[in-house]
């Protein structure tokens, strides 16, 4: 159980186009979910917490105008990198808490995103 | 205050040996702490966890211990195995906006076990 999906794996794509990367939780509902990014050989830094049905709450120095995301259900979570430029390539890896009240979090298997 | 110190940044074990990795935090605050193994090109996948009001906690070769004084955790692998090599990650979890847990990772640890 608690399994946590994320599409695509990787991406592509021009500078100045944007990507959507979606984040699902297979087997359980997340009222939260996380999205994080990693940069190579380094931690994950969180990006933004969002919650299902309201607006995400994003960490210091990530803009949101960037970086939109969408919670609408249990089980869907959405980020879109707005207007991507190289910069922005990088490794995103969402996670999920599960709705019935532990601590854990679980975590997709990442999108490796490139920005050409 | 919000930080989670984790060393050594990187470790080399012989297979069969104990691998070893320490964590330590400022925020008393924080209730919870998970330990993350993440493989190149994945995401990470959750080890073991602690809550504070407990010492010690096993699974498999797996052991966290914990020293709610000193502010300190660790990760212990038994009879550590060549896959086994992975980079491993300490957390901390704080309440966050009254009902969501928000969990600050440390700085990860890449280990290598040679067979």
């Known amino acids: 159980g608690a399994v946590v999906s994320q599409h695509p794996s990787r991406v592509i794509c021009k500078s100045g186009t944007s990507v959507k990367i979606e984040c699902r939780s297979l087997d359980f509902q997340a009222t939260t979910m996380f999205w994080y990014r990693q940069f190579p050989k380094q931690s994950l830094m969180l990006m933004a917490t969002?919650?299902?049905?309201?607006?995400?709450?994003?960490e210091q120095g990530v803009e949101k105008d960037k970086f939109l995301i969408n919670h609408a259900s249990l089980t869907l979570s959405t980020l879109t990198v707005t207007s991507a430029h190289p910069e922005d390539s990088s490794f995103y890896i969402c996670?999920?808490?599960?709705?019935?009240?532990?601590?854990?979090?679980?975590f997709g298997p990442g999108t490796r995103l490139t920005v050409l | 205050q919000q930080q989670v110190k984790q060393s050594p940044q990187s470790l080399i074990v012989q297979k069969g040996g104990i691998s070893i990795i320490n964590c330590a935090y400022e925020?008393?605050?924080?209730?919870?702490f998970p330990w993350y193994q993440q493989f190149p090109g994945k995401g990470p996948a959750l080890l073991i966890a602690?809550?504070?009001?407990?010492s010690e906690k096993k699974e498999g070769r797996f052991t966290i211990s914990f020293n709610k004084s000193a502010k300190q955790f660790s990760l212990h692998i038994m009879d550590s195995q060549p896959g086994d090599s992975a980079t491993y990650f300490c957390a901390a979890s704080i309440i966050y906006g009254g009902a969501t847990n928000k969990l600050i990772f440390g700085t990860g640890t890449l280990l290598a076990v040679q067979p």
């Open positions: 602690i809550r504070p009001d407990v």
């Open positions: 969002s919650n299902e049905g309201s607006k995400a709450t994003y």
């Open positions: 925020n008393t605050a924080f209730d919870y």
């Open positions: 996670s999920a808490r599960d709705r019935g009240g532990t601590d854990t979090q679980y």
